[in-house]
């Protein structure tokens, strides 16, 4: 089986400066660790994330709720128009290997809950206090976590 | 437009008896009330709720994630299979016209979720403390609210 | 187990007359059975089925490929706002116990492929030729098939 | 928007030797074209297409219908386990900028129902004989095509 390991990063479609901040920062970190960074593929931290990935060097995947291919941020490589709605919310889910959640409303969280639901690991940023989520304050933090979680030395 | 009411009892697939008893005795009431209940088709709130509508002559509709009608509860009287897994839980919320929301887990998380999201009312007698959901706390509360929400007199 | 049967009546979004005529015939015939009638909720061969079946005291379930209820034709019962798109075919076969095609498109003939892969009898009033189906030429033929599959004597 | 153009092939889960070599060239020239090849993941002219794919330097993304991204074959990059059964070809389909279809069940007739019912390109050398699919005979007729509607000079 594959050897690339893909993060989701999920969020809100609209965010603030300092989320979007951090957004990008955890993209930059996932892509200089090699590894996929996957998104719902609109705006917000989806594009922060995604943007902060493609300026390092990543790849990035943009899973969209709707039909059409130019829905995506412009930070995305491969897009999926699923035309399933906010079903596709499962799919941003099932497509990781381990998910970072930053501040986000329902949609984040019906796609921690999916996570859990999934076994998925997620290194919780968000403003959901979930339990069964790995709860960290910092970019620092996640990264550090994610490592440890994929065991990258 | 179909004058059909749905309401959609959502909660775990195993329950304590307290819970079933609560969840059936909301069944009896949306049949009593001429509703059709609709739920995700298993066991636990699902069944006991389907349970209380079936004996009291309601009509119950059963949206099931896997492949087989035969994995619906004996009180479903129309089992849709959809082969979605966990995905269905967002037809469970858009089937309905109101939601009432007993104890769960995550999918009841992420089904409460999904009824933000798509601007449903939510009667919350549930585990999950989420801001937007009408909070009550029993059954004579939950079904006052139904019928205000519902402008049933 | 439900001991209620769905029949799905799949067929182009608009059609002839003379296929409108034929369609509703075929959703008196389902209702005069006491079989609920299943189809995509929409204009053109769904819409004169769904007629056919409420003229004649049937109940009618209509599976809609967009968000809201209100897309539905008005002769359906319970309308399923699926938010799928057309992923939403696959759940309009799924549902059924058997399947009436009747002149379609490209959505009629993914239909039809769903069924087959399912394992579900097709009786065939369609312009699609597809090995596996049950070829008729006639309402009546079409209706005493339906009968001698589901042993309704 | 993503200058990265995506090809789907699809055609049967299980296929022929011949088959089989005829999914391996397509896999192989999508490659060396630079584009990446999408396909539902699994064996037959899915896995023979990827197989093609990476052994000519290319990267392939597998849509598979289950939960598990161990249901991939060895030859996909980027799996993407769905979890929603066969709803997952029109995914297949959404995700191509071009399709080109082999030999295949009803599986593989779905996804050119949805390519026609989405507008999308299907270069066809399967057995199904469908009106609006680009009916070629041979591999180099499939890539002359392909370059043709894609504008590869």
């Known amino acids: 089986m594959s050897k690339i390991r893909i993060i989701s990063v999920i969020g809100g479609n609209r965010c603030s400066d300092e989320t979007a901040k951090i957004a990008q920062e955890i993209g930059k970190n996932i892509a200089k660790l090699g590894l996929i960074l996957a998104c719902g593929g609109l705006g917000g931290v989806m594009e922060a994330a995604a943007k902060g990935a493609k300026e390092n060097g990543g790849a990035t995947i943009g899973i969209l709720p709707g039909e059409s291919k130019k829905d995506a941020n412009p930070y995305i490589d491969i897009a999926i128009p699923t035309g399933l709605g906010l079903a596709r919310n499962t799919l941003v889910v099932r497509i990781a290997d381990l998910i970072i959640a ?15 639901i999934f076994n998925k690991i997620v290194i919780n940023l968000s403003n959901w206090d979930i339990e069964g989520t790995y709860r960290v304050k910092t970019v620092e933090e996640a990264i550090r976590q994610l490592k440890k979680e994929l065991r990258i030395v």
């Open 102 to 116: 930053l501040p986000g409303e329902y949609g984040t969280l019906s796609e921690i809950s999916f996570a859990m």
